[in-house]
């Protein structure tokens, strides 16, 4: 069973942006709002040189890493070609305006990073 955590409402997320979420283990969860309002949750680092995706622009379902300019897809975090890369993706649920992350997810994916 899934445990839902709340980390901030959709308001709190810029449109076209992304706001970051901290955790004890790991790098920083980015958190992303589309132009649409929908939302999703990657590693706040680009697959290519861990640029913070949190900082690049969104367009789309995608987002531009400010270092090189890699696209990465919010979706699943993959690379768009010709890159080729992935990096780690979040469960999402929104419910009543708010952004909640898999509690599990949060404390297990992508320690290491």
């Known amino acids: 069973m ?7 409402q ?3 997320i810029p449109v076209l942006g992304a706001r970051r979420v901290a955790r004890q283990k790991g790098a920083e969860i980015a958190i992303f709002r589309t132009q ?5 949750a990657l ?24 270092l090189h300019n890699w ?3 919010l979706a699943d975090g993959q690379a768009q070609a010709p890159d080729i890369g992935c990096t780690t993706k979040f469960s999402v649920l929104v419910e009543n305006g708010n952004v909640s992350l898999d509690f599990d997810e949060v404390n297990t ?5």
């Open 2 to 8: 899934t445990q839902w955590k709340i980390v901030c």
């Open 10 to 12: 959709v308001q709190d």
């Open 36 to 40: 649409a309002d929908k939302v999703f």
């Open 43 to 66: 590693l706040d680092k680009c697959p290519h040189k861990g640029g913070p995706l949190s900082q690049g622009i969104v367009y789309g379902e995608s987002v531009a890493c400010p």
């Open 71 to 73: 696209q990465i897809k």
């Open 109 to 113: 994916l992508a320690i290491e990073a």
